[in-house]
């Protein structure tokens, strides 16, 4: 395990053109996608999107439609699960209970007669930071660290990927994000490409490097988390990574860098960059709650303002999140820092704004 953290990664996934269909259900449609080798790659969407089928596909647990999967140069489409070079952490720890952890961790190489299992499988676990816990059974140890066991179980082999499909599931949320933190600790040590599948969009913007959002079978978007979540290409990445604030536009004059465009009568600027070349359904600026801003409304600094009455504060330590309704009806969510500025209050008029550079155009989807 040590050494595989200076050794090249050579994890390379593509697939090709990857269909799954049950019957009349295509699972997985059509899906093209490279991953570099040594990458933190996720699999992102909501339940039935294809994102585990696909994870299954790779492991080889579920044949393809059509379709070809590659590791490296090798064609592996047709290949058996325990002939790939791919090892799967599961939600479930599916550890041996009447075995002690290093025997757990080190079970298949003792089963491939590895002669220095004991060692390998002892780096394991002081990757995962529980050589201290290899005498104990998996009853004594948290759920946290049954899950770190179940990873260093998967790594000792030395896969080329690791899959993890929804590894995190079952912990309590102050400890998931501990293991987020570790799982891309270990990920950056050991060098090996894994693949992450989660329905969890801040689970995958923490750890990866790249995320695809899945969307009925297909990859509805696929980049590095701030871009996709800083400039979303469609309704659905907009509101499945965080809340946006979407206003229906029409673009009025084009004017350098800056378009002017309406809505609901009102006049706003963005940025000519960020209006699609093709919306045939129409367009939507979109602003996330914490780039909107609660301002003055004689404030001259902000070029895009507009006006509605507070219905909702909650408070959040950190922040407090508004709703404010807009004159045509639509509540607008708005993110303000505590810091020390006076709150609204339920009832309130106030002005909101945003900066053109913080807000994204996006079709009507």
Same mark, same amino acid.
């Given at each position: 395990m040590?050494?595989?953290?200076?050794?090249?990664?050579t994890g390379e996934l593509r697939l090709v053109e990857l269909f799954r269909e049950y019957d009349?259900?295509?699972a997985v449609n059509g899906i093209d996608l490279d991953v570099p080798p040594g990458s933190f790659f996720a699999l992102l969407g909501p339940s039935g999107c294809g994102k585990t089928t696909t994870l299954r596909m790779i492991a080889g647990l579920e044949e393809p439609t059509s379709g070809r999967i590659f590791l490296?140069?090798?064609?592996?489409?047709n290949t058996r699960a325990h002939q790939r070079r791919v090892n799967t952490v599961f939600q479930s720890y599916a550890l041996f209970p009447h075995l002690n952890i290093i025997d757990n961790v080190g079970f298949g190489l003792r089963q491939l007669k590895v002669a220095n299992w004991k060692t390998k499988a002892m780096e394991a676990l002081e990757?995962?930071?529980?050589?201290?816990?290899?005498?104990?059974?998996?009853?004594?140890?948290?759920?946290?660290?049954?899950?770190?066991?179940?990873?260093?179980?998967?790594?000792?082999?030395?896969?080329?990927?690791?899959?993890?499909?929804?590894?995190?599931g079952a912990l309590d949320l102050k400890l998931r994000r501990e293991m987020q933190i570790e799982l891309k600790r270990i990920q950056q040590e050991v060098g090996i490409t894994f693949i992450h599948v989660t329905h969890d969009q801040e689970e995958a913007m923490t750890m990866a490097d790249t995320v695809a959002v899945m969307r009925a079978g297909r990859i509805e978007?696929?980049?590095?988390?701030?871009?996709?979540?800083?400039? /979303?290409?469609? @309704?659905?990445?907009?509101?499945? $990574? %965080?809340?946006s604030n979407l206003l229906p536009i029409e673009v009025t004059a084009v004017a350098g860098d800056r378009t002017t465009v309406a809505s609901h009568g009102t006049?706003?600027?963005?940025?000519?960059?960020?209006? /699609?070349?093709? @919306?045939?359904?129409?367009?939507? $600026? %979109?602003?996330?709650?914490e780039k909107l801003r609660l301002v003055s409304a004689n404030d001259s600094v902000w070029t895009n303002k507009l006006s509605g009455e507070v219905t909702d504060a909650s408070f959040n330590g950190v922040s407090t999140t508004y709703l404010v309704r807009m004159p045509?009806?639509?509540?607008?969510?708005?993110?303000?820092?505590?810091?020390?500025?006076?709150?609204?209050?339920?009832g309130e008029q106030v002005t909101i704004a945003w900066d053109p550079h913080h807000a994204f155009v996006i079709g009507a989807d």
């Open positions: 040590v050494e595989g953290a200076t050794r090249k990664a009349d259900f295509v490296g140069t090798d064609d592996i489409t990757l995962v930071k529980l050589a201290d816990r290899a005498k104990q059974k998996p009853r004594q140890l948290s759920g946290g660290m049954q899950q770190r066991v179940a990873l260093a179980r998967a790594i000792v082999n030395e896969p080329e990927i690791l899959l993890l499909d929804e590894p995190l978007q696929l980049g590095e988390p701030a871009a996709l979540y800083d400039k /979303p290409a469609t @309704a659905f990445v907009a509101n499945f $990574l %965080g809340q006049s706003l600027v963005v940025e000519s960059g960020a209006i /699609p070349t093709e @919306a045939p359904d129409g367009l939507r $600026l %979109g602003i996330r709650p045509w009806g639509q509540e607008l969510t708005v993110t303000q820092p505590n810091d020390g500025t006076a709150r609204a209050t339920l």
